[in-house]
C-alpha cells in the first residue's frame, strides 16, 4: 500500500486560509492589494482596505484619485491588475444579489424610452429570473422604493422628464429596491439640489439604521463630518483609513489633496469645531 | 383622356397588387414584410444601444462571405447558387466583421467609428475584387451575385419568402424572450453588468441577431441599404413614444408597412426598384414623424412659442402692475410701459395687443391702457411669483439682490402651484399678499 503524503493544514484556521491573511471574514467589502491600470498608468496602486460594517462610508479624494474606479473594479466592471476583492468572506461573483450598485448619473442616456417606475423594477429583476417579464408585484415593489425617495408620485414620467435630482433619486431607488446589504454609490450627491440630498442623506441613514453598509463616491469635504461615519481619502493610494473624527486631520487632508488646501483646512476647522461643541 | 386612361391602368395594377392576385407578388410581399418587421424590432434595440454604424459594417461585410461561399459551393461541385449556402457564408462573414471590430477596440486606442469605417471598407473592398475574380472563372454560373449588392426583391421565390418568413419569426421569439434583458443592456450596460448580467453574451446576442436580419435584408433591399431598414423605423418610432414595447413594436409596425408599401408600389410601377423603394417610403415616414411626431419638431415648436408667448403676457402685466403700484393709478401710457424693459415698441404692442385679445388689458384711449379686473388678478399672482422667487434667492441661495431680477425672470413663468406654496411657507408670507420687491424697480414706473 503506498502512502500518499497530504500537505497537513492547520485545523484551528482554514476560514482565514481561504480568505487570504488579510481579510476579515465579516467585513461588507474587503479590498486587498488592489491594483488597476489604464494602458500601463496606474490608477489605483496596493489598495488594501476593509469597509467596517454597517456604517456610512465614504470616498473621498481629488478628481482622478482612482474614486470610480476604485468602485468599479470592486464590482469588476474594469480589469484590475491584481487583488482580491471579498464580499461578506465570499466572492464578488458569489455575493452579487447583496450589492447595490448606483452609477454616475452620466453614465446613462437619459433620453432613453422608459418610465421612472420602469427603471426602479430593474432592481427586481435579479429576484425575477431570466426571461420572465416584469409583472404587478414587481411594479408595486417600484413603487415603494421610489416612495422611499420621495418620488412615487412621479413613477409614470419618461426619465428625460425629470430634473438631475430626480433622475439620482430615481437611480437610488432602482438600488433599494434590490434589498441589498451593501451599496456602492458613485457621486449621487453631485450637483443634485438642496431637497434631493437631504432627501438622499435620509435614506442613506435610515439604511445604516437597518444595520446596511454604504460607501459613497463624495466630493464636498465640508459635507463629510455631518454625514459620514467613516472616511477613506484616497489619492491612488489608501491615505486614510477610519472614523471621520481621526481620519479627517489637516496632514491627511493635505497628504490627499497635495497643494489645493483652502477648502480643505476649511472643512477640518468646521469638523474640530463640532468636536470642540460636543466634547467640550 | 391619355391621363384618365393612365390613371385607371395604374390603379388596376396596385388593385392588382393589393389583392395579391399576382402569384409571384404574393411572395415577394409577404417576404418583405416579415423582413420590415424583424428588421424593424431588432433596430429598435440596435438604435438605443447606440450601435448603428456597426449593423452597417456588418452588412457591407457579408459580400466576402457571399464570394467565398459561392466559390466553396464550386469547388464541391455544388450549383454554386444555393440561396442558403449563400447566406450562411454571409453570416459568417458578418459575425467575421463583428469581431474584427471589438479585436480593434480592444487591443488599440483606435476609436470606435474609425475601427467601425475600416472594417466596413476592408472587407467590401475585399468583397468586390472576389466578385469580379469570380466572374472570370470559367465554372459555375456567376451571374446575379452581384445583385446582393443592389438588393432585388423582385426574384424572390417562395422558397427564399418562407426562409425570411421563418427567420423573422425566429427572430422576433427572441426579442421578445429576451426583451427585459436587452432592454437593461441598451439603457444602463455597467448597472448590468454590476449585477452580475452576462453583458458580453447579451452583446453577441443582439448582434447575432442584427447579422441575421441583415443577411435576410441583403437579398431585398441589397447591403448597401440594408441599415436603412433597421435605422429608420427605430428612429421613426422614437418620434412617437417614451415606453421601450411601444417603441419596439412601433419600429417593427413601421418597417413592415414600409416594406409592404414599397413592394405594392414597385409592383404597381414597372422598372421601379423594390428595395429603394422600401426605404423611400420609410423615410417618408420618417420626416412625417419628425414634424408630426409627439417628439417631433413641430410640437416642441409650438409649445417652445405658446410659452414664450404667456412669458411675454406675463411681462407686460408684471410691468403694468409695477407701474400701478407707483403712480397709484389705474392708466397706463404706453411709453411708461415702453421705458420698464428692453422691448421695442413694435414687440410691445404685439404683445399688448395680445392681452387686450385674452382679456386682460383694456385701451381707454389713445396710448392709455388699463389691467381689466382680471388681468389685475392674473398681475398680482405674476408679481407675487416673481418676489417670492426673488427673495427666495436672496435669502436661501446667497445670490447678490442686483443679480436677482434676471434668475427671477427666468424660473417664475414655470413656477407651479406646489412650488409657490413651498415658497410661501419658506418664506413665511401669507397667502395672496404681495410682497415688496428686495431691489430698485427699474424703468419709467418710479420716475412718472
Same mark, same amino acid.
Given at each position: ?37 489604464y ?21 473621498? *479624494? ?46 446613462? &442616456?437619459? &433620453? ?5 417606475? &420602469? ?52 437611480f ?12 456602492l ?7 443634485? &439640489? ?16 437597518e ?14 463630518p ?15 483609513? *477610519? ?33 470642540r461643541?460636543?466634547?467640550? | ?28 410581399? @409577404?417576404g ?20 448603428a ?31 442558403i ?14 469581431a ?15 475601427? #467601425? ?19 472570370q ?18 426574384a ?6 418562407? @426562409?425570411?418568413?421563418?427567420?423573422? #419569426? ?123 411626431g409627439?417628439?417631433?419638431v ?52 404685439t ?16 396710448? #392709455?391702457i ?43 413663468? #414655470? ?34
Open positions: 500500500m503506498e502512502l500518499v503524503l497530504v500537505p497537513q493544514r492547520d485545523p484551528e484556521q482554514p476560514a482565514k486560509h481561504q480568505l487570504g491573511p488579510e481579510h476579515s471574514p465579516h467585513s461588507p467589502l474587503s479590498i486587498h492589494d488592489l491594483t488597476v491600470a494602458d500601463r498608468r496606474p490608477v489605483l496602486w496596493d489598495v488594501d482596505l476593509d469597509v467596517p460594517s454597517g456604517k456610512l462610508v465614504t470616498i473621498v *479624494g481629488p478628481n482622478g484619485a482612482g474614486k470610480s474606479t476604485l468602485l468599479k473594479a470592486a464590482l469588476g466592471l474594469v480589469p484590475k491588475a491584481s487583488g482580491r476583492i471579498r464580499v461578506f468572506g465570499k466572492t464578488m461573483k458569489q455575493q452579487r444579489s447583496q450589492v447595490a450598485y448606483v452609477p454616475q448619473r452620466e453614465s446613462v &442616456d437619459w &433620453d432613453f424610452p422608459i418610465s421612472a417606475l &420602469d427603471v426602479v423594477a430593474m432592481g427586481r429583476y435579479g429576484v425575477l429570473g431570466w426571461c420572465r417579464p416584469v409583472r404587478r408585484r414587481q411594479k408595486e415593489e417600484a413603487l415603494v422604493a421610489l416612495d422611499r425617495v420621495g418620488m412615487a408620485d412621479m413613477a409614470a414620467r419618461q426619465i428625460s422628464q425629470l430634473s438631475g435630482g430626480q433622475q439620482q433619486r430615481v437610488l431607488a432602482r438600488a433599494l429596491a434590490q434589498d441589498a446589504q451593501l451599496f454609490m458613485d457621486e449621487p450627491l453631485a450637483s443634485v &439640489d438642496a431637497a434631493t440630498e437631504e432627501a438622499i442623506i435620509e435614506v442613506l441613514r435610515a439604511l445604516r439604521t444595520g446596511r453598509t454604504v460607501v459613497v463616491v463624495h466630493h464636498d469635504l465640508q459635507t463629510v455631518d454625514y459620514f461615519d467613516h472616511a477613506i481619502l484616497l489619492n491612488m493610494r489608501v491615505v486614510a483609513n *477610519g472614523p471621520v473624527e481621526e481620519v479627517f486631520t489637516p496632514e491627511a487632508l493635505r497628504q490627499t489633496y497635495g497643494g489645493q488646501l483652502t477648502i480643505l483646512s476649511e472643512a477640518s476647522e468646521r469638523l474640530a469645531r463640532r468636536s461643541v460636543e466634547h467640550p | 383622356m391619355m391621363l384618365a386612361t393612365a390613371g385607371a391602368t395604374w390603379w388596376e395594377a396596385f388593385e392588382r397588387a393589393l389583392l395579391l392576385r399576382d402569384a409571384n407578388t404574393v411572395w415577394v410581399v @409577404l418583405v414584410l416579415a423582413l420590415g418587421l424583424a428588421s424593424g424590432s431588432v433596430g429598435a434595440f440596435l438604435v438605443l444601444r447606440r450601435r454604424l456597426t449593423a452597417d459594417a456588418i452588412s457591407h461585410a457579408t459580400l466576402p462571405g457571399i464570394a467565398v461561399a459561392f466559390m466553396v459551393m464550386v469547388g464541391m461541385g455544388l450549383a454554386g447558387k444555393s440561396m449556402g449563400l447566406l450562411v457564408g454571409a453570416y459568417i462573414a458578418g459575425l467575421l466583421a463583428m474584427v471590430i471589438v479585436l480593434i477596440q480592444r487591443t488599440t486606442r483606435l476609436k470606435d467609428d474609425a475601427a #467601425i469605417g475600416i472594417v466596413l471598407s476592408v472587407f467590401f473592398g475585399v468583397g468586390i475584387c472576389m466578385l469580379s475574380l469570380i466572374q472563372m470559367p465554372a459555375g454560373n456567376a451571374a446575379g451575385l452581384e445583385s446582393f449588392i443592389f438588393g432585388k426583391a423582385a424572390m421565390l417562395p422558397g427564399d419568402a418562407l @426562409l425570411i418568413g421563418i427567420v423573422s #419569426i425566429i427572430i422576433m421569439l427572441t426579442l421578445a424572450i429576451f426583451f427585459k434583458e436587452l432592454g437593461v443592456l441598451c439603457f444602463d450596460e455597467s448597472w448590468a453588468a454590476a449585477r452580475g448580467w452576462p453583458v458580453l453574451a447579451l452583446d453577441f446576442l443582439l448582434t447575432g441577431l442584427v447579422a441575421l436580419v441583415t443577411v435576410l435584408a441583403i437579398q431585398t433591399v441589397g447591403l448597401v441599404l440594408a441599415i436603412a431598414l433597421l435605422i429608420i423605423p427605430a428612429s421613426t418610432a422614437l418620434l412617437w413614444s417614451r415606453r421601450l414595447v411601444v417603441v419596439v413594436i412601433g419600429s417593427a409596425l413601421v418597417g413592415g408597412f414600409s416594406a409592404w408599401l414599397g413592394a405594392m408600389l414597385s409592383a404597381t410601377i414597372p422598372k421601379l426598384p423594390t428595395g429603394p423603394i422600401i426605404v423611400l417610403v420609410c423615410a417618408s415616414l420618417f420626416f412625417l414623424s419628425l414634424f408630426l409627439r417628439r417631433g413641430l410640437p416642441r415648436w409650438l409649445g417652445k412659442r405658446s410659452l414664450s408667448r404667456r412669458v411675454d403676457r406675463q411681462h407686460v402685466l408684471r410691468a403694468c402692475w409695477e407701474i400701478i403700484e407707483s403712480s397709484d393709478e389705474e392708466d397706463i401710457s404706453m411709453g411708461d410701459l415702453l421705458a420698464k424693459r428692453s422691448w421695442s415698441e413694435r414687440e410691445l404692442a404683445v399688448v395687443e395680445r392681452c387686450m385679445r385674452a382679456g386682460t388689458l383694456q385701451r381707454v384711449d389713445g396710448d #392709455i388699463r389691467l381689466t379686473s382680471e388681468g389685475k388678478e392674473r398681475a398680482r399672482r405674476v408679481v407675487r411669483n416673481h418676489r417670492l422667487w426673488e427673495a427666495y434667492l436672496v435669502h436661501h441661495a446667497d445670490i447678490a439682490p442686483s443679480h436677482v431680477d434676471r434668475d427671477a425672470d427666468a424660473i417664475e413663468h #414655470i413656477l407651479d402651484e406646489d412650488l409657490v406654496k413651498s415658497l410661501e411657507q419658506l418664506l413665511g408670507a401669507s397667502a395672496g399678499e404681495v410682497p415688496r420687491s428686495p431691489h430698485a424697480i427699474n424703468g419709467g414706473g418710479g420716475a412718472a
